[in-house]
């Protein structure tokens, strides 16, 4: 499995952005995608995730209301639109696959994307 992640980039405070994750190889509908984030210094961190086969998300408090992940299955692709960002959503996003189901540590995330920035201004 491969998968790429883009769509970072400078957004004011209060801006909206939307990530993508495409995901290549053997994705079945029990995988398990995540998008975490990870601030320079800080370790990574949960931010949201989405099973693959029945479109159940999840969300870490710190983004509940402003964030929506989703996914296209047809074209293996995976979203994260986020509303309402803050400076401290600042941080690099990956994108991750778990063939373990439900997780929020990255430790269960086998598969990863490289990172896109997100920068948010104040």
């Known amino acids: 499995v491969q998968l790429q992640a883009f769509g970072g980039g400078l957004v004011q405070a209060g801006g909206s952005l939307r990530l993508s994750c495409a995901a290549s190889?053997?994705?079945?509908?029990?995988?398990?995608m995540g998008w975490f984030r990870q601030a320079p210094g800080k370790e990574r961190v949960f931010v949201s995730a989405?099973?693959?086969?029945?479109?159940?998300?999840y969300y870490a408090d710190s983004v509940k209301g402003r964030f929506t992940i989703s996914r296209h299955n047809a074209k293996n692709m995976v979203y994260l639109q986020m509303n309402s960002l803050k400076p401290e959503d600042t941080a690099a996003y990956y994108c991750?696959?778990?063939?373990?189901?439900?997780?929020?540590?990255?430790?269960?995330?086998?598969?990863w994307g490289q990172g896109t920035l997100v920068t948010v201004s104040s």
């Open positions: 991750g696959l778990s063939r373990s189901g439900y997780a929020t540590d990255p430790n269960d995330f086998k598969y």
């Open positions: 190889g053997r994705t079945l509908s029990s995988s398990f």
């Open positions: 989405i099973r693959w086969g029945t479109g159940t998300t």
